[in-house]
């Protein structure tokens, strides 16, 4: 099977965005937030580079409770590891009336997830199938963020596709949900380009002493 490269992920992200206007630019403090994302997410880790866009959100008009709320938004990262292998595991003959509750209380009907189920195809299932406590704990952790508001929806999407748009993650299910979001909460082709070139410009993991 062929991997997904920064090109490949260009390449949708131009093609999805064709004949869109180009519309505003990222403003200082979005710029920021996104660069200091990168820096700190697990697939980087690069202190040096998180303390420089650090300083650069705060001079900005940016807080350190937004800086943390970004870390705790892409320390989430580690789920895509649930969401890729969790259903290529052979199925528990798992079904029971507690399963039922904890699908009825996360998923339900909710359209954002029947949108995440296109992206995904099987983990929530499988997830639940496998262990109903980190099923209810994917829900609970990834949820933070989106309950503490300290960062704006648009903001978020900005940084979560960046994230998964960097040469060091590349995870296309993930870039494409936000992608999508980006563009539903009315953020720009413009600011979509700028943050994935942000993101294509960053190194891989520099290691941690």
């Given at each position: ?83 890729t292998m969790?259903?290529?595991?052979p ?33 929530l299932g ?40 960097c ?43």
């Amino acid at each position: 099977m062929s991997g997904l490269t920064v090109d490949d992920l260009r390449a949708e992200a131009e093609a999805r965005l064709a004949g869109l206007e180009d519309g505003a630019s990222l403003d200082a403090l979005q710029d920021a937030l996104v660069r200091y994302a990168i820096a700190v997410s697990p697939s980087c880790l690069n202190t040096e580079a998180a303390d420089a866009a650090a300083s650069q959100a705060l001079a900005a008009g940016g807080t350190v409770a937004m800086l943390h709320e970004v870390i705790v938004l892409v320390s989430g990262l580690g789920v895509h590891s649930l969401m890729t292998m969790s259903a290529r595991l052979p199925l528990p003959d798992a079904s029971d009336a507690a399963r039922d509750g904890l699908w009825n209380k996360f998923v339900g009907d909710n359209p954002y997830w029947t949108q995440f189920e296109t992206q995904v195809p099987g983990f929530l299932g499988a997830l639940l199938a496998h262990s109903p406590a980190a099923f209810e704990g994917f829900f609970q952790y990834c949820s933070l963020p989106w309950s503490n508001r300290t960062l704006s929806s648009r903001t978020m999407e900005l940084i979560s596709l960046a994230v998964d748009a960097c040469p060091a993650h590349r995870f296309g299910p993930g870039f494409r949900l936000h992608l999508e979001n980006a563009l539903s909460l009315g953020l720009s082709r413009r600011q979509i380009l700028e943050a994935m070139d942000i993101a294509a410009a960053s190194g891989g993991h520099v290691g941690v002493h």
